[in-house]
């Protein structure tokens, strides 16, 4: 399972940004998808997951209502849309693909290279 992440940038807080995890073959299909982002200094965590297969999301208190996951088929790509960034978003961002439901860090099939997501205040 490959997955490459991109569309990290520095971004003012307020605006918006969206990530790309391009893959390969059918891992969208096959897999429970997700982004986990970690700051400098913490712990990896959840940013956003779901599962196609089951109809569910996964969507941390600290970012509900401003990220979504979404997938292109026909591209074989992921995407984290994310709005009214704030500062404390500021991170480096992971997809990641997981046979597990729900996704948690310690159980993953396959993690990208990360991202840079910087927000400026």
């Known amino acids: 399972v490959q997955l490459q992440a991109s569309g990290g940038g520095l971004v003012q807080a307020g605006d918006s940004l969206t990530l790309s995890c391009a893959t390969s073959?059918?891992?969208?299909?096959?897999?429970?998808m997700g982004w986990f982002r970690q700051a400098p200094g913490k712990e990896r965590e959840l940013a956003a997951a779901r599962s196609w297969r089951y109809g569910a999301t996964q969507i941390p208190d600290s970012v509900k209502g401003r990220f979504t996951i979404s997938r292109d088929i026909a591209k074989n790509t992921m995407y984290l849309q994310m709005n009214s960034l704030k500062p404390e978003d500021a991170a480096v961002y992971y997809c990641a693909a997981s046979t597990r439901w729900p996704m948690v860090k310690e159980v993953i099939t396959s993690w990208g290279q990360g991202t840079l997501v910087t927000v400026s205040s």
């Open positions: 073959g059918r891992t969208l299909n096959n897999y429970h």
